[in-house]
């Protein structure tokens, strides 16, 4: 699945502006010219440059504490089969229109418009490896060195007020039907689960039944693999039924022997309608019977 995981920040905390989470998403643009940068997106513009993203995320701190968070930052990490074929427009693209709407539809309690989300997008196109990834502590990488692969991913920094100054926070836990009623907080595991559909939906994409969230997320997966597998039956359309085969009629409502061709056509100039046909063919059969 697209992997969605909110967090605090990439760096810097987020308490306060988010300058150091901007700077550090500018850290594969060090040394390039203008034009061979990636900039920052959103649902709005495609060419954000660093300072106009901060003025977007620190847009409204209405109603927030010092010591409360001001911008959350979450990534959707894609595998290679899920990158395979697409194109980094296309990938901005699918961001741009999904995710304010999936991040809204996850907010429980309240109607939010996905247009006020305050968010900056970025595209980067490298991984490196950290110092705790196993592959370094088993000595066959070094920190720091580049992933092979394809490895493009997207960074997301979302303010925590709307542009209507409503506050949300995906950290927030949901509280389920099964505890009480819904009152607020944020459905993490729904908002993964719809990622993943609008991906699949926008891309027209095959998921493997192994590879959804819904399966990974389960605690006994023989058995939810068997319900999915049901699931996809029962979603499998079914060809409808042949037409009976029926004498064809005409407008008139009179049926046409099987043997006899007769011309249907009611172009404009062709000086003769169906009536008329219809008439020949009774005389040519009089003719026949005389």
Known sequence: M????PTTSPKG????SCTAAITYLEKEDKGKE????EFFFNQHHDLIIPEFAEQIIDHSKLGLRKEDAKFFAMTYSFSEE?????????????VKKHFAKDYVAAVKGRD??????????????DRFYKGTDKEVIEGKYKQGQAKEGDNRHIHVLVARNTTENKKISPLTNHRGESAGPVKSGFDRVGFKEQTEKSFDEHFNYNRPLEHKFEYLNSDN???KLQELQQRKVKEIPTAPPPPEQQPQELK??????????????TQAGAGSGVN?????IERKSKGRSM
């Open 112 to 125: 939010i418009n996905p247009d006020t989300i305050m968010f900056v997008a970025k595209l980067e196109q």
């Open 82 to 94: 899920e990158l395979e074929g697409r194109t980094d427009k296309q990938l901005k693209e699918f």
């Open 221 to 223: 997966r023989a058995e």
């Open 34 to 37: 203008l034009f061979d940068r």
């Open 2 to 5: 697209p992997h969605i995981q």
């Open 276 to 280: 008329s046909d219809i008439d020949d």
């Open 252 to 265: 008139t409502g009179r049926t046409i022997d099987d043997g006899i061709k007769i011309n249907t056509s």
């Open 13 to 16: 905390g987020n308490t306060g």
